[in-house]
């Protein structure tokens, strides 16, 4: 009797008969492992944005503007090494990546817990740990070409849509148990003392007053009771498909290239946070991009000709179709995911006031909603509904989904701008946020059917070898919505015209309903309905 994780030598799953009888139940199990491995990916690279805002409130020497960067340097990485990542299936194999991807998770998860007892820790290691928490958004890349070489092209959209849309719940997850493991010494003296809050924090549940104990630490610590077990499941429970891996070489070797291409994108993010510094964000991220392509081409030994071979995917139109399709979904659902509890904290922490000559001045909003209480609905809804628009999108076709969900964003994406402006310059700034979290809902649902909608297109239009770089890639550009909504927001926002935006944005699904209706909807689309 074969090992539950042997290597997989016959691999047939558009032949029904060998899919019900054998491929389904392997593809499931593949899947079931696959996704928690996943949701830990995205609750590590997405940490930061709650890390730092209670390391601001436990009074960490450190300024604003650096506290925001690690989130950045996060967001980054995670972004860049999706790159290096949407190869490493064909190269390496999928147990092998899996497994040595989640246990990799266990150094930035353990590294910020230690780090985070010491409030005197030097600014430069958080820098490194939030560079290697990266590592968490990576994985996505590797995890979604994986599944895809699982299912039937029938079956792109449930096998992706679950992966990534409950994979995505470790946006949600990291959200809720963070401020809820900070309150609680869970892990005793090993984890050492708690800190006193300077200023009042809060959890899903409710406010917390400054002077309480806090175990920060935890925000690290508490990832490794699920990456020890998920590793141990990715080993023993897990397969490489020779069909779409020929050769996997033996695991050291296989996790060799692995490590490689992990470094290859960590010294391309670092090279690409350090051009931040000196340029334009619209000119330094395109660079980062190049300048991963440019040392993924020169890697020595015999991943060369197999990147070589994978770097086909250029030359196909739909994969810069389907680019910015994934940018329009994807790219949207993790920006909002990082920009949402910056809006609700700067936009409705502070109201207009009006003195008694007339003038007006911006203060502190004593009855602000807090970010930590309300931030986490938005990529729940988004990620819950992401295997719905999969589903819908198997029985109706990817490509009228997407278009239907595009007129919705960019109605959603206006109305969302407009109630921003309204809040910013109101003396009551409450009244509209409601409102506001609504139109936020709108868009991360609709984002999240989109999600699922591309996933299936993307399964449909391209073939076993190239399904799963394309995936990889696609997912690599729009990941860079992590850094680049926060800062455009941020920007707006800062300048006091929040709606611009969201309007800006509004263009660009404008342009996406063009895009998809050219390539896929018209009368003599180049494939019809993916």
Known sequence: MAKTNADIEHWDVENEEFWEQKGKRIASRNLWISIPSLLMGFAIWLMWGMITTQMGNLGFPFSTDQLFQLTAVAGL??????????????????????????????????????????????????????????????????????ISSFYPKSKQGYGLGMNAGLGNFGVTTMQILIPLVMTVGIFGALAGDPMELQKSSGTLIGRIEAGTDTWIQNAGFVWLLFLIPLAFAGWFGMNNLKAVTPNPGHPLSAFGKILGLYGVGLLASAAGIWALSVMSMWLALPLTIVLTLGLLRMIPGDIKPNIKNQFAIFSNKHTWSMTVLYILTFGSFIGFSAALPLS???????????????????????DAPSALTWAWMGPFVGALIRPVGGWISDKVGGSIVTQVISAVMVVASVATGYVMMLAYNSTDPNSYFALFLILFIVLFAASGIGNGSTFRSIGFIFNQQQKGPVLGWTSAVAAYGAFIAPIVMGQQIKAGTPELAMYGFAVFYAICLVVNWWFYLRKNAYIKNP
């Open 77 to 146: 990485a995670g972004a860049t090494l999706r790159i290096p990542a949407s190869f490493m299936i064909k190269i390496a194999g999928g147990r092998n990546t899996i497994f040595l991807t989640t246990a990799l998770l266990m150094i930035p998860a353990f590294g910020t817990g230690v780090a985070l007892m010491n409030p005197e820790t030097p600014f430069i290691v958080f820098q490194a740990l939030a560079l290697l928490s990266g590592i968490g958004g990576g994985n996505f890349a590797c995890s979604m070409s994986n």
């Open 344 to 366: 609700i904290t700067v936009i409705f922490g502070n109201m207009m006031e009006v003195a008694a000559d007339g003038t007006v001045t911006r203060v502190s909003n004593p």
